[in-house]
């Protein structure tokens, strides 16, 4: 046996050593080309808040609503008719505003409370993760995301509706700042983006700055 | 030798095999594949990437029959071709050496004698440092590197007799 290669098997042995033995359980990775599933679920929320609202306004002019339409419109009234969406800290999030796990009960209430003393917030709706993964489940086209998640994965949501004339891009910029709240969706200006060029489009998406 | 004949197709299922042996497969060799491909790739983090990546794109119908050990370690050896190929590019104009020992901890860890030989296994070329990461981490047979390599058993040899020749007449003088 020759000294190199000795020298060889004990100098990439050692090397090998270096890398410690997994002291976590590590989950599979997930297939290739799929979004980390804290961006899907970002993306379902989005999709909610967006697809929701054109469902309310297909349900809104007809004078006689057949069965079908009707329903929808149900659908509409929790979360469809809102001008701004204001989105609660699920766990884990995706959001940087909610590393400390889901809204709590304080939360919640705060946000209530403060959204409702606002002079430009006519309703303040909840929406629970029931409701938000019926309204996913009715629009979601995307038949993978539609498997990958559950209600547990949709987080709970204020909608509001604002008196005529608001501002929206300011009750959701306030809505913003708000402990326990993940991003907060303009939907009106979501919804004008769809026609407006890459270029002028606005910001309707205010993610939480921290609590 | 027809190495064609050392994946069994003709026995194997007509599926990919289910998810849970992915899984365990993953469980079981996570490790000993992030140390292999850290010899070949030089530092931990790379090491991972290259692992996770190949798990990654086992998953669905990219998934050959029989997902053996064997053929697991030619991903990670092609994967971390990948690396050290886009690596060379964006490195050729500043630093033509990678070196093998990615850290100052890792440095004193091993040791400067390891080092060395590191360094000098760093330097060879590609295949070379293929076979003989192989041959002497893994201490497989000749046939085995020969079919993770995808090369013949006569060019295992004669790649694995330059290459220590070579490391021979870098580190010699040290004997």
Redesign the interface.
Known sequence: M????D??????????R??P??DL??A?????GSRPRGLAIAAAALAVATTIVGVARLAEPSPDPSPDAREAGVAAVSSGWADVSVFLCTDPSPFEGCRGGAATAWEKENISRVLRARRDVKTVTFEDRRTAFENFRRSETNSRLLKATTAEDMPESFRLKLVPGADPQAAARAASDLPGVSNVVDEGCLRDNLTRAAEVQKQCNFPDRGR | MDRESQWPTALAPPGPPPQADLAALYREHRVGLVRLAVLLVGDLETAEDVVQDVFARLHGRRRPPDLTLAYLRTCVLNGSRSVLRRRAVMLRRTQRVTDLADSAETAVLIGESRRQVLLALARLPRRQREALVLRYYLDLADSEIALVMGVGQSTVRSTTARALARLLRELGEDD
């Open positions: 020759s000294t190199i290669e020298r060889l098997r004990d100098a990439m042995a050692a090397r090998a270096t890398v033995d997994d359980d590590h599979l990775p997930a297939p290739r």
